[in-house]
C-alpha cells in the first residue's frame, strides 16, 4: 500500500527553527510536495523536490532523500502567520499526488 | 474570474438529497481534480480528469460522480447524499498532469453537512 507518515501536530516558538518530517513508501517516486494550509483555507504550494538535497526558498526550505525515501520542510525565523498545517504530498508512479494526514504546527510567542 | 472558485461555500444537506457541487477555473489548465478533506486522513482523491472529456477514479469514488465537458468546469455529483459525506470538498487543477511536476492549484473549498 502507500503510505506517507508526518507528525500530528507541532509546537514553537516564534523566531525559532523548526524541522517537519515526512515519510512515504508509495508505488513509484515522481517527485514530493510541501504544501501550507492555514485553518478554513486552501492548501498553497511551498516547495517541490525531485532531486535528493536541499532546496532553499526565504525562510523554508526542503531536503529530500529518495534512498530513505525521507523528507524534511525547515522553517526558520518563525513567525505567528507560520501557525498552519503543513502537508507533504508524493507524486507516484501514475502521476497522482497521494498526501500525507499533514502536520499542525502551532506558533508560541 | 481569477483562479478557481466553488460554489457553495457550505450547505446543510438532508440525506437523501442530491447535490452538486461546482468548480470553474481559468487558468485553461487540462488537469482537475476533487478532493475530500476529513480531520485526520488527509486530503483523498475522488474523482480526477487528465483533460475534457475524459474522468477517472481516485481513492474514494464510490457515492460520487463527475463530468467534464469543457476545460473550465469539473462539477461534483452526490446521487443521494449520506451523512460519511459531510466534510470539507477541494477542487484543484494542474497544467502538467502525466509529469512529475504536478503542482495543483486549489479552490477555497465546500464545507458540506448531510443530516
Known amino acids: 500500500g502507500q503510505n506517507i507518515d508526518q507528525p500530528t501536530e507541532m509546537t514553537a516558538t516564534e523566531g525559532a527553527i523548526v524541522q517537519i518530517n515526512c515519510t512515504y513508501q508509495t508505488s513509484g517516486f515522481n517527485g514530493l510536495f510541501w504544501y501550507q494550509q492555514h485553518a478554513g483555507e486552501a492548501p498553497t504550494f511551498l516547495s517541490y523536490?525531485?532531486l535528493d538535497g536541499l532546496e532553499e526558498k526565504g525562510r523554508f526550505s526542503s531536503f529530500l532523500s529518495r534512498s530513505k525515501g525521507y523528507s524534511y520542510l525547515l522553517l526558520k525565523e518563525l513567525q505567528m502567520k507560520d501557525s498552519a498545517s503543513y502537508l507533504c504530498?508524493?507524486?507516484?508512479?501514475?502521476?497522482?499526488?497521494?498526501w500525507g494526514a499533514g502536520t499542525k504546527l502551532i506558533i508560541k510567542p | 474570474i481569477a483562479g478557481i472558485t466553488q460554489a457553495p461555500t457550505s450547505q446543510i444537506l438532508a440525506a437523501g438529497r442530491r447535490m452538486t457541487l461546482r468548480c470553474t477555473q481559468d487558468m485553461r489548465h487540462n488537469a482537475m481534480y476533487w478532493y475530500r478533506q476529513d480531520l485526520g486522513l488527509g486530503l483523498r482523491l475522488i474523482h480526477y480528469s487528465n483533460t475534457a472529456g475524459t474522468t477517472g477514479k481516485g481513492e474514494v469514488p464510490d457515492g460520487y460522480s463527475v463530468s467534464r465537458a469543457n476545460t473550465d468546469d469539473f462539477p461534483l455529483t452526490l446521487a443521494s447524499a449520506v451523512p460519511s459525506q459531510t466534510s470539507v470538498y477541494f477542487c484543484a487543477s494542474s497544467d502538467t498532469s502525466g509529469s512529475s511536476y504536478n503542482e495543483q492549484f486549489f479552490g477555497p473549498g465546500t464545507r458540506l453537512t448531510v443530516l
Open positions: 504530498a508524493v507524486t507516484d508512479s501514475n502521476y497522482q499526488l497521494i
Open positions: 523536490n525531485v
